[in-house]
C-alpha cells in the first residue's frame, strides 16, 4: 500500500471535522462508499427468479433483482423515461418485468427495456435499458460497486481468507436487526475495531472473548483483518454461554475449535463474526455526519429451524447485548466531537493498532483532502 495521506495535524485520530462537516460526509459517499465493493446482502435473500432487494446509501438506490439465469443483477432504481423511482419497497419480488407505476415502461430482470407504451416504430429499446453497478458473490455474500471501470475483484482482494465453512453460500438469514445510530459512521468502525474497551463496557462478552486476542496487531491483507475469533477456554460460540446453542452447524472444514473467524474489511465497513452456529455479518452504513445505519444479519445453515433446533432469543443474545452497549458508547463519543473542545487523542499502540490501520485504508481513500480542512 502506498503511505498514508495524512494531514499533519491528524498524526493520530482524526479531527473534529471529520465527524461533524456536511461537506467532509460527502466526500466520504464519494470517495469511499461510491468507490469500493459495498456488502448488500446474502444470496439466500434472492430465492426465486424476480427475487430483489433494494439497497441504497447516500443518493444512491439500487435494485438487486434475481434473473432467470441465476445473476443477481444490481439495477439503477430510476427509469430511463422520467426519472421515477421503479420500486419503493425494501424486497420484494417481481415475477416478468419491473413496471414503472408512472407510464408504464416495463424492464426484464437483467435491466432491459421490455416495453415502452405507445413510444412508435422508431423508437429504440435498446438504448434505454436501467443503469447498472457491478456485482460479486462471495462465500455467498452478495457485494456491489458502484464505479465506472471494473473494480479488482473481491476473491482476488480477499483472496487469503478462507473461511472455515463449506456451506456459508447455503447459509440462510435467520433474523436482520436494524438500529439507527446518532453517531457518525467512523466512530462505529473505530468502535469494532478494537476491543481496548471491551473488559468495562461488554462484560458478558469478555467471559467468552478473549479480548487481548488482537492485542498488538492482527493477520490480514492492506485493508483488512482475518483470525481465528479467539474466545476463552472450552467456548466454541459467541453466545452467553460460550456453548454452541444450534444443533445444526456449519459445515466445518477445520476442527471444530478452529472453525471461527473474524473478519473486518476497512474499504467496505464489512464485518462478519462466525462460529459454527451462527455467523453475525454487520454493516454500517452512512446516513448523515451524525447518523448511521447499523445492520446485524444472523446467518445460520440452511437446514437449521429457529424454535426447533436452536433459540433465536439465546443463539443470537450475545451479538445483540454486545451491540446495544456499543451504540450507546459511540453516541456518547459523537456527543464528545461535537464538543469544541474536542481535540484527537493519541491510540494505545496495542490495542488500537487496527484504528491506525483503518486511518491509513481511510486517507488512502479519500486522497487529497487540502480542500475539506
Ligand atoms: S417515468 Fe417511468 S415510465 Fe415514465
Ligand atoms: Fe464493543
Not at 210 to 238: E, H, I, K, M, R
Not at 311 to 328: I, M, S, V, Y
Request: glycine share 8%; with cysteine.
Amino acid at each position: 500500500m502506498a503511505p498514508a495521506i495524512r494531514p499533519p495535524e491528524t498524526a493520530q485520530a482524526l479531527p473534529r471535522e471529520a465527524y461533524l462537516s456536511q461537506e467532509h460526509f460527502q466526500k466520504e459517499l464519494e470517495r469511499i462508499f461510491y468507490s469500493t465493493w459495498q456488502y448488500a446482502g446474502h444470496v439466500s435473500e434472492f430465492p426465486t427468479t424476480g427475487s430483489y432487494k433494494r439497497f441504497a446509501v447516500g443518493d444512491v438506490d439500487l435494485l438487486l433483482v434475481r434473473a432467470g439465469d441465476g445473476a443477481i443483477n444490481a439495477l439503477h432504481n430510476v427509469c430511463r423515461h422520467r426519472g421515477a423511482q421503479l420500486v419503493s419497497d425494501g424486497t420484494g419480488t417481481c415475477k416478468r418485468a419491473l413496471t414503472c407505476h408512472y407510464h408504464g415502461w416495463a424492464y426484464n430482470h437483467d435491466g432491459s427495456l421490455r416495453g415502452a407504451p405507445k413510444m412508435g416504430g422508431d423508437f429504440d429499446k435498446t438504448q434505454f435499458g436501467l443503469k447498472r453497478a457491478h456485482t460479486e458473490i462471495w462465500n455467498g455474500c452478495v457485494f456491489v460497486h458502484l464505479g465506472d471501470q471494473p473494480p479488482t475483484p473481491v476473491r482476488e482482494s480477499l483472496a487469503e481468507v478462507v473461511w472455515p465453512y463449506a456451506d456459508l453460500d447455503r447459509a440462510k438469514v435467520a433474523e436482520a436487526v436494524t438500529y439507527e445510530v446518532e453517531t457518525n459512521w467512523k466512530i462505529c468502525w473505530e468502535n469494532a475495531l478494537e476491543c481496548y474497551h471491551c473488559a468495562i463496557n461488554h462484560p458478558e462478552l469478555v467471559r467468552v472473548f478473549d479480548q487481548d486476542g488482537d492485542a498488538g496487531g492482527a493477520d490480514g491483507g492492506d485493508d483488512y483483518v482475518y483470525f481465528v475469533n479467539p474466545l476463552l477456554g472450552d467456548s466454541l460460540s459467541v453466545t452467553l454461554s460460550g456453548n454452541l446453542e444450534s444443533k445444526v452447524l456449519f459445515e466445518c472444514t477445520t476442527p471444530l475449535d478452529e472453525a471461527r473467524g473474524f473478519f473486518q474489511w476497512h474499504t467496505s465497513t464489512f464485518e462478519m463474526v462466525a462460529s459454527p452456529d451462527c455467523v453475525a455479518v454487520m454493516t454500517y452504513t452512512p446516513l448523515a455526519p451524525n447518523r448511521t445505519r447499523i445492520t446485524q444479519t444472523f446467518l445460520v445453515p440452511e437446514k437449521a429451524e429457529g424454535g426447533t433446533d436452536y433459540d433465536p432469543g439465546t443463539l443470537f443474545e450475545l451479538h445483540k447485548l454486545a451491540r446495544e452497549q456499543d451504540n450507546q458508547l459511540c453516541t456518547s463519543v459523537q456527543k464528545g466531537v461535537t464538543n469544541p473542545a474536542y481535540v484527537p487523542g493519541p491510540f494505545n499502540d496495542i490495542y488500537e493498532v487496527e484504528n491506525l490501520r483503518f486511518l491509513d485504508v481511510y486517507w488512502k481513500l479519500m486522497g487529497d483532502t487540502s480542500d475539506l480542512f
